[in-house]
């Protein structure tokens, strides 16, 4: 095999803005074979658009061509599942956008495909894939602010007014969305969630906004705010007993963000981030399915984890219309 072959379900924000420029900047190594669009002539536009080879009307054309080796399901929350399945049942690993499915029993159906197939299943959280989080996982398990007991973290974010992301019908809201970050960093260190809850912000029937408690065991929290309707911020803290560590952007971290150590001293480090948001994630996939690298990062315990905190943040929820503003 000489290269990684893809196929793209959608033609969306994620596949413009941060899968495609992922797959130019590693070059050869990479190919996207076809991108499959719900109709023909958005497919051909997507596809001259991106030097794609082959656009293909409909989802399910794309998953029976023998030339894929792993898609990419960058579709709406509530159609994720379906295609996943889908896509494993053809014999194709998967690189699946997050939140992986809409409930537990969702996310365990898509795991469980994926081992019957046995194949590979990614929840797209490139964070994971990038040299500042291992540097922070590195400085906590050398102790550095010795016992990590807490974590809070915002994500901001604007979203236009016609988008799936109003629909509760389609997963949209900010817990779907965005509090999926920091549950999924968190996840990194604290893993036995005991409760969870939410204040929400309503706009129609999604939350626009909602600010979260995760206790787990150990006393250990997470303490988050996200929403749909406000300049772009992202920030983590991690507290420990003997220090703390800022992060300006946890999420999707560019070359000049910095992330501080707070210890008896300040210590400014560098992200040091020279590659776009998604390409450490589609190398080690690419180096995964061609053997050359033991698959990292898989949706296995992580995303049922993450899945039954949603679920838990939903369950026990106060949730207040939003004011109406002049
Ligand atoms: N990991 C990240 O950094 C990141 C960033 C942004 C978004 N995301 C995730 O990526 C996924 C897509 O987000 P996006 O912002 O790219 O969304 P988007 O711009 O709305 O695109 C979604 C695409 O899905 C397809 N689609 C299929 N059924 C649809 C339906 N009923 N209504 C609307 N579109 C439908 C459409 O493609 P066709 O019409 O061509 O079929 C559409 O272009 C979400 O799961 C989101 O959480 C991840």
């Given at each position: ?187 990194l260190w604290f893993q036995h969630a005991e409760r969870a809850s939410t204040v929400s912000t309503m706009r ?123």
């Amino acid at each position: 095999m000489t290269g990684v072959r893809w196929g793209i379900l959608g033609t969306g924000w994620v596949v413009e803005n941060s899968f495609m420029p992922a797959i130019r900047e590693l070059g050869p190594t990479h190919v996207v074979r076809a991108v499959a669009s719900r109709t023909a002539a958005q497919a051909r536009a997507f596809a001259r658009q991106e030097g794609i080879q082959d656009a293909v009307e409909g989802y399910e054309s794309l998953l029976e061509r023998p030339d894929i080796d792993v898609v990419y399901v960058a579709l709406p929350n509530h159609v994720h599942e379906k295609w996943t399945i889908r896509a494993l049942e053809s014999g194709k690993h998967v690189l699946c956008e997050k939140p992986l499915g809409m409930d537990p029993a969702s996310v365990e159906r898509m795991i469980d495909a994926a081992g019957i197939s046995n194949r590979y299943l990614w929840e797209a959280y490139a964070f994971l894939f990038r040299s500042q989080t291992a540097h922070l996982c590195t400085l906590v398990q050398n102790g550095a602010i010795g016992d990590l007991t807490k974590i809070d973290s915002t994500f901001f974010t604007t979203i236009a007014t016609v988008n799936y992301r109003w629909e509760a019908s389609m997963g949209g809201g900010a817990l779907y969305d965005l509090a999926v970050y920091p549950i999924r960093l968190a996840d990194l260190w604290f893993q036995h969630a005991e409760r969870a809850s939410t204040v929400s912000t309503m706009r129609g029937t999604v939350d626009v906004e909602s600010s979260g408690q995760v206790a787990y065991q150990r006393g250990r929290v997470l303490e988050f705010t996200v929403g749909l309707d406000h300049p772009y911020r992202t920030s983590a803290t991690l507290w420990g007993t003997r220090g703390r560590i800022e992060v300006a952007s946890p999420y999707h971290p560019q070359p000049t963000d910095l992330f501080t150590l707070f210890d008896n001293s300040v210590h400014p480090l560098q992200a040091a981030q020279h590659t776009g948001t998604f390409q450490a994630m589609l190398a080690h996939i690419g180096d995964a399915i061609q053997e050359r690298q033991a698959p990292q990062y898989l949706a296995d315990g992580s995303s049922r984890r993450v899945s039954s905190i949603l679920a838990m943040l939903r369950g026990h929820r106060v949730a207040r219309p939003e004011s109406k503003h002049p």
